[in-house]
């Protein structure tokens, strides 16, 4: 079956990075446009970034643009996500699925990103 393994969220101070991975398993990785999405405390899961099944395109909420990197290692099945000068607002749990959500009955356990003095 279709799963997702988060890891390498923690805790950082506000302008720090983190750089999450996710190891997807039970399907073909390569057919498939992943993302990355989150859920702050008390609120809904939203989409954060997204990129093609071959790594060449990328697309983000506009508000990390220009401070996360998503990218994949399709050798691995490994999706990452570089982020740079986080907020205290982006604290949150951080999960990955396929684009759209496409396995939304598949989430995994995701990984918490703390930004705190």
């Known amino acids: 079956q279709v799963q997702f393994v988060e890891s390498g969220g923690g805790l950082v101070q506000p302008g720090g990075s983190l750089r999450p991975s996710c190891a997807g398993s039970?399907?073909?990785?390569?057919?498939?446009?992943m993302a990355w999405y989150r859920q702050p405390p008390g609120k809904e899961r939203e989409w954060v970034a997204s990129?093609?099944?071959?790594?060449?395109?990328?697309n983000y909420r506009p508000a990390v643009k220009g401070r996360f990197t998503i990218s994949r290692d399709n050798t691995e099945n490994t999706v990452y996500l570089q982020m740079n000068s986080l907020t205290p607002e982006e604290a949150a749990h951080y999960y990955c699925?396929?684009?759209?959500?496409?396995?939304?009955?598949?989430w995994g356990q995701g990984t918490q990103v703390n930004v705190t003095t």
């Open positions: 699925n396929g684009a759209g959500g496409r396995w939304n009955r598949s």
């Open positions: 039970g399907f073909t990785f390569t057919d498939y446009d």
């Open positions: 990129v093609t099944r071959d790594g060449e395109s990328t």
